[in-house]
Structures are given as structure tokens and as C-alpha cells.
């Protein structure tokens, strides 16, 4: 169980066009999801957090405008990349937070989607 | 200041050897401790997490974490080539929802 699917799994886009990424939690209602970013041998870094029905939090040095965050239900919440520059190339990485998570703020994690922007 | 430290490694070991992780953190508000196993263009993977000082043993996986000296530390025994990824400390404080995470630790082991 607690499986996190993410779509699609690599794009590759020119300069100027927007991607959105999907994330899902297969078989758990996920109340709170993260998207996170990281780039080749570096850590992940939080971008936002997001709970179902409402904005998401972002954090400090996140342009919010540009990286457009939509959590709509219990299973999806997905990430819109506008207008793409090479500098948002990356590796992101989104994880659900279940209804009942432990208190150490269990997540599962997507497999990641790798952006390329030419 | 990073809030979370990691040496990034690279680390080669043979196999069958015992592998340490170590993560120091400033921090003194974290209080839950995992540690993450990642596979190259994988999402991590929950190992291990720890909320108290002392050891946690997961079959060939031990989890250790003193608080007094904000260390953290992961041993791996009988290491395997399936082993071989990049190791993330992440740390919690009691309240909120924010995991903060080390650089990653890649390790290599060689059969």
C-alpha cells in the first residue's frame, strides 16, 4: 500500500512553455501534499506544501506565480511549471501525507518527474 | 549555517562491509529522525526513523541518535550491491509538517 504515482515521469519542453506534472496517491487519501525540487547530487529542497482544498504554502525564495501548485481532491494534487526556463530544469519530486499519518509526519514519496527545458 | 549536514560522499565499500552514515544537525527543536534510501531518478524511500536517543536495529539496518551531541547515525551490515544509492537524513520537529533533509550520502558497494 501507500503507493505515490507521478506523470509523467520525464518531459523535455522549449523555453517559454508550461508543464504540469501530476501527482496522485494510488490507494490512500492524502490530506496534505509536498512538491519538492532537486537538482543533480543535491538534496530536496521543499517548494510547497499543499492541503486539500485550500492554497498552498510556499516556501521562502518560491515564486508562487510561477510555479502554480492545485490540490482539487484527495488523491491529486499537481505542479504547473509557466513558462519553463533552463534554470527550472530539474528533478521533482512530489509525497503524500496520509489522513492518519504517524507522527512523524510519515510521507510517500512519487517517483519524480524529470524536466528539461531547452 | 545548513540546518541538517550530510557528507555527500562518494563512499565505496566492498561487499559484506559495514557501511556508516552520520548526519549532524543546530537544530535542537528536531525531534524525529528517518533516514531515506534513493535510487538514481527514484523518489526516496522510507528506512528507518527514530524519535529517541539510542539505537533501533531493522534487520541489517541500525538507526542511532544522540540528541546531546545532535548526531545521527545509520549502519548498514553485511552491505550489499543492492545497496548501493544515495542515503538522505531527514528531521522533524515536534510540530508541523516540514521535513528538512541532508545532502544525500552516495554509496557504492562493490561486489
Known amino acids: 500500500g501507500a503507493v505515490v504515482s507521478q506523470h509523467p515521469s520525464r518531459v523535455i519542453c522549449k523555453s517559454g512553455t508550461s508543464v504540469k506534472i501530476e501527482c496522485r496517491s494510488l490507494?490512500?487519501?492524502?490530506?496534505?501534499m509536498f512538491w519538492y525540487r532537486q537538482f543533480p547530487k543535491q538534496s530536496l529542497m521543499l517548494m510547497a506544501t499543499?492541503?486539500?482544498?485550500?492554497?498552498?504554502?510556499?516556501e521562502q525564495g518560491v515564486e508562487k506565480d510561477k510555479f502554480l501548485i492545485n490540490h482539487a481532491s484527495l488523491t491529486l494534487s499537481t505542479l504547473t511549471v509557466t513558462s519553463a526556463h533552463p534554470e527550472d530544469s530539474s528533478f521533482y519530486i512530489c509525497?503524500?501525507?496520509?489522513?492518519?499519518?504517524?507522527?512523524?509526519?510519515?510521507?510517500?514519496f512519487g517517483p519524480g518527474t524529470r524536466l528539461t527545458v531547452l | 549555517q545548513k540546518e541538517v549536514e550530510q557528507d555527500p560522499g562518494p563512499l565505496s565499500v566492498p561487499e559484506g562491509a559495514i557501511v556508516s552514515l552520520n548526519c549532524t544537525y543546530s537544530n535542537s527543536a528536531f525531534q524525529y529522525f528517518m533516514w531515506y534510501r534513493q535510487y538514481s531518478r527514484k523518489g526516496p524511500e522510507l528506512l528507518m526513523y527514530t524519535y529517541s536517543s539510542g539505537n533501533k536495529e531493522d534487520g541489517r539496518f541500525t538507526a542511532q541518535v544522540d540528541k546531546s551531541s545532535k548526531y545521527i547515525s545509520l549502519f548498514i551490515r553485511d552491505s550489499q550491491p543492492s545497496d548501493s544509492a544515495t542515503y538522505l537524513c531527514?528531521?522533524?520537529?515536534?510540530?508541523?509538517?516540514?521535513?528538512?533533509f541532508g545532502e544525500g550520502t552516495q554509496l557504492t558497494v562493490n561486489p
Open positions: 499543499s492541503n486539500e482544498g485550500s492554497k498552498a504554502t510556499y
Open positions: 509525497s503524500a501525507r496520509a489522513r492518519r499519518a504517524r507522527s512523524y509526519n510519515e510521507q510517500f
Open positions: 531527514a528531521m522533524k520537529e515536534t510540530s508541523g509538517s516540514r521535513l528538512t
Open positions: 490507494d490512500f487519501q492524502a490530506t496534505t
